[in-house]
């Protein structure tokens, strides 16, 4: 007598579903890793494009002229260069170099970003005080976002 050596079709069933139950429980954790992971990296890159900015006004007295979103102040090439200027942001949009343009004498922006406010806020809370209308890290009208460096 020959013995079937082959899962049946409830077995499966039951394997797949167990799958998909497991999936459904880590595949939000992942998700929240990710989007932290990119927190922490466009603060990492914030950090040190702020820094170069300062690090440039105290050599030269005075900050770069104001430029748009996505250009690269030239003046600043030697001081950015870790940070790929022209390129999305971690968290998507263009960076933006603002002197004397807003409310503000100078700040690093974050221009058109797909971040949802929530996240904006998130990040606003590490920096600074949660809130996207006040303190440091503001927005600054539509879909960007400014790190005021001085006001």
């Given at each position: 007598m020959k013995t079937n050596r082959s899962f049946t079709l409830v077995e499966m069933v039951i394997v797949a579903g167990i799958v998909g139950l497991l999936a459904a429980i880590t595949l939000p954790g992942f998700?929240?890793?990710?989007?932290?992971?990119?927190?922490?990296?466009?603060?990492?890159d914030l950090r040190v494009a702020t820094d170069a900015f300062v690090l440039y006004s105290l050599?030269?007295?005075?900050?770069?002229?104001?430029?748009n979103a996505g250009e690269e102040p030239v003046e600043m090439r030697d001081y950015l260069q870790r940070l790929v200027w022209n390129e999305s942001t971690p968290i998507g949009g263009l960076w933006d170099w603002d002197n004397g343009e807003y409310w503000y004498a100078a700040g690093l922006a974050v221009s058109d970003t797909t971040a949802a406010a929530t996240r904006m806020q998130d990040i606003d809370a590490i920096i600074d005080d949660g809130s996207l209308g006040?303190?440091?890290?503001?927005?600054?009208?539509?879909?960007?976002?400014?790190?005021?460096?001085?006001?």
């Open positions: 998700l929240r890793a990710r989007v932290r992971a990119q927190n922490a990296n466009f603060l990492n050599e030269n007295g005075e900050y770069p002229a104001a430029r006040s303190g440091f890290f503001q927005t600054r009208g539509g879909n960007a976002y400014v790190y005021i460096i001085e006001f």
